[in-house]
């Protein structure tokens, strides 16, 4: 979003009871935790002192987005893949905050603009850190928001970091979580995903938010993992010309905090 000032935020609305139910879900993941092995669904219901047909429906949301899977030999239910991703973005955030945060400041004085650290969760990308400019209109974005992976600079910079095979995957994921696009569509963005692999670096203009301008480049961690740093700002000032100029500020601030972070480029990335 862009924002004109500190209190320029909008306040979210919320269904009813949906804060509840979401309270109830969370407290039945809450179970998982320390747990010895599968849990079953009286055992979760007597620890939370509430009904087996309310645990059964928060277990099969939970279930649909991937953060419990379970075993029909036992009928009981234990940790999926997104709680590991969850687990695994949050050490990533803890570890990185600190290291990065100089790199980020740095290269928000350069360019005068906000800038951020995204990861690939799955199929979306979620900012975890950001630097945001001091102007009053500026650019702000949405810490711990899942968002699409193939739109926006920074999601096209985690794709075309995977290897060829498997960003086709991750791609067909993001795509069809996302709204329709043409076969056409779908082509050129491949050929981009290629392009951007090939030099290091994507910037996109009003992807996402109308009005906006984002870069973004790759910076490796040393499990060879790829993070997205970006740099974002109103179109306005934030323009083609000044975007372009600041590549090599952008490119140089990716490469030292790949040194810091002790990782290097993969060549699987160039695929």
Known sequence: MIVSGPSAAKPEHHRPLTSEVAERALDVL?????????????????????????????????????????????RRYSLGFRALELGRALTLQMNLEQQALPFLRELRDAL??????????????????????????????????????????NGKVLLAALPAEEREAVLAASLADGPPMSPEAIEDLKCELVETARRGYSITEGERVPGSRSMAAPVWTGRGDAIALLASGPE??????????????????AHRLTRQLGGHQPPAALS
């Open 30 to 74: 809450i179970c998982f935790i320390g747990a010895d092995g599968e849990l079953g669904v009286s055992e979760i219901a007597r620890r939370l002192g509430i009904d087996k047909s309310s645990v059964h429906r928060f277990l099969m949301a939970l279930k649909h987005k991937g953060f419990v899977v379970d075993n029909p030999r036992t």
């Open 112 to 153: 005068g603009e906000t800038t951020g650290l995204s990861v690939r969760v799955g199929a979306r990308r979620v900012h975890i850190i950001q630097a945001e400019s001091v102007h009053e209109i500026r650019r702000s974005i949405q810490i711990g928001t899942p968002l699409p992976l193939h739109v926006g600079a």
């Open 236 to 253: 306005s000032r934030f323009t083609r010309e000044a975007a372009s100029a600041s590549v090599p500020y952008l490119l140089d601030v």
